[in-house]
């Protein structure tokens, strides 16, 4: 019997590997350039942002049941945190910014968890951003109120501000600026590398550019048509981010060249319309990475848009909410809604609910 028992342990390694590999092969799509190396399963449901830190050690997640930091090495969770997230990122000091709608924007200490700083306000929803050093914060808040004119079993919720709070760190001291023109919620935020620049994207369906030295409008993108207030705050987000350089701006999909100098200086590009609906370009502007509304991550040629590998970022095809490349450029994370209606997932014969927080290595 013993010279059997070598031979089939062979053989049960040999089936575990194959299983392990052809499991892998399907959350991957046959992707040679995107491999699957971590998954997080403990959300529950809608994830809006996730983050790695600066050593890539740790990853952190967020959205409708609260924070959650992982150990990338071994998936396992190291704090959970309640609310409703919006927004994650990690600062070059270590410290862990929070976009929390119980709470408005939080800076976390990671060592111990507890907050550092307060902005803002609480809010049905946050759209936020922070330079990579921490010391520029821009933060949207949707505040809404019920509209008690209407019968009580159609009240709805109106949206009470547009404006777009910036704070600014100057000598140890945080100063407030508000900045004003919208006239729909604040759906993407993203500051210029280079230069004290905002980028604004709302669901007014333009793009503001604003100075913040002098807290002004210095471009625009679209003509503002100002929303009914009997609609609900949306939910969503779009995205917005300049490539490393500054010289190209994505926003919504589109892909804007950018003349830092000029006095209008997003311009039109000859570059034809990204396919997703969240998309980040690679911190050294080689790849531009996208997540698309059936749950797939796309990784593109950032000069052709050609596109090198994709990968299922929801096994069951629910939306991406967020694509982000580590610092260094070597891995992407993909957060997603995670929910599809359950007869559409019958039909598919996949699960109603894939919320897993996924990473993905970049092989060059």
Not at 44 to 68: H, I, N, P
Not at 113 to 129: D, L, N, S, T, Y
Not at 302 to 329: C, D, H, Q, W, Y
Request: proline share 5%.
């Amino acid at each position: 019997m013993r010279r059997y028992s070598l031979p089939l342990a062979g053989i049960v390694v040999a089936a575990l590997l194959a299983g392990t590999y052809f499991m892998a092969q399907r959350e991957t799509h046959a992707a040679s350039g995107l491999v699957l190396q971590q998954k997080f399963p403990n959300h529950t449901s809608w994830v809006y942002t996730a983050d790695f830190d600066e050593k890539e050690e740790l990853v952190a997640s967020g959205g409708e049941d609260g924070l959650r930091v992982w150990r990338m090495d071994s998936a396992r969770e190291v704090y959970h945190r309640p609310g409703a997230i919006f927004l994650i990122r990690f600062l070059k000091d270590g410290s862990l910014l929070c976009a929390d709608a119980y709470e408005g924007v939080l800076l976390l200490d990671p060592k111990t968890w507890k907050v550092q700083k307060c902005f803002g306000q609480k809010a049905v929803k946050i759209v936020a951003a922070v330079t990579e050093s921490g010391d520029i914060i821009a933060a949207s808040f949707s505040v809404a109120e019920v509209d008690h004119t209407k019968p009580p079993m159609s009240h709805t919720k109106i949206p009470m501000s547009f404006e777009i709070h910036v704070w600014q760190l100057v000598e140890m001291e945080w100063h407030e600026s508000v900045l004003r023109g919208h006239q729909g919620p604040v759906n993407a935020l993203a500051f210029h590398p280079h230069a004290r620049q905002l980028i604004s994207y709302g669901e007014d369906s333009t793009t503001r550019l604003w100075d913040l030295s002098s807290s002004k409008q210095i471009d625009q993108i679209g003509d503002s048509s100002p929303l009914t207030l009997d609609r609900e705050v949306p939910q969503g987000r779009s995205d917005c981010s300049f490539s490393p350089s500054g010289d190209r701006l994505l926003v919504n999909g589109n892909i804007w060249d950018y003349a830092k100098g000029d006095e209008k200086p997003i311009r039109k590009s000859t570059m034809k319309k990204l396919g997703g609906q969240c998309a980040m370009f690679s911190p050294d502007g080689r790849w531009i990475a996208e997540g698309h509304s059936d749950g797939t991550l796309h990784l593109c040629d950032a000069e052709t848009l050609v596109e090198k590998a994709a990968a299922k970022g929801s096994i069951n095809g629910s939306p991406l909410t967020e694509v982000r490349f580590s610092r260094s450029g070597k891995f992407i994370v993909t957060a997603g809604k995670g929910i599809v209606p359950l007869f559409p997932a019958m039909e598919k014969k996949v699960k109603s609910d894939d919320t897993m927080v996924r990473v993905w290595r970049v092989n060059e």
